[in-house]
């Protein structure tokens, strides 16, 4: 048991979920090393949703609520992480959940389906078609989600993918703690900020923005600029940095 009072406790929860996940054979030990990275991300961002976040979460509200076929798209990491959240974002977005990982096997897919369906997940994993371009099994996907998504949210997702789903028409939405990485970069919109705060912010605007007009939703797309916001998520590391060294 980790003590509440303990001043990493949030973060020491979120890892044991992870290694839990390890031994449900959802989360795999390369998941361990990602998650990882973003925690080092976290830790020089200050451990909060700045308002770059903000920004682009709300634009990732906007273009799901405006989107023909929203899918969210899940992997060992998000399931463990976030199964709840993931639910209700999915009900009030009105979007599907699909199954995508990067180290496939049936038997790993079939577990995380189990896993989500404690939550009352019925995620679409038939895995019956192919992204064309992609070597990896990212590019195996359901004919009912992914493949006929115009908008797919795609929490720790690696570059390739991204690219791919780009070229295949697709708008993409990143969740990543690292403001430099590939996927960042290719993303339409890149949330910088820690998928257990991320989800349960965009929920919160998703209920928000659910009655804002068409016109509204769209003034919210229309002046988003991700460069500028993954800019901006650069100078909050800086600026982070700079205000710890002066308190030092
Ligand atoms: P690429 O540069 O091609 O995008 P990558 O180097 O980022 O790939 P991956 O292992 O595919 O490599 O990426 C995992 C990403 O997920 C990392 O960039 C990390 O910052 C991010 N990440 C890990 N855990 C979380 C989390 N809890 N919330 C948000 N982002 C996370
Ligand atoms: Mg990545």
Redesign the pocket.
Known sequence: MIPRDHPRYESLVTREKLVEGVKMGITTLQGLI??G??EA?DYILGEKTKDFALKAEKTAVAMMLLAKHPVISVNG?TAI?VPDKIKELAEILNAKIEINVFHYSKERVAKIAEFLSNFGIDALCAGDSELEGLSSARRIVDSRGILIADVVLVP?E???RCEILKKNGKKVIA????PL???ARMADVTIVD???RAIPKMIELAKEMMNMSQGEIEEIIRTYDNKKILSEAIDGIIGYLEETRRSL
């Open positions: 990602a998650h990275r973003g991300f990491n992480l720790l690696d570059g390739d969740i990543d703690l690292n990485s590939r996927t820690n998928i257990i």
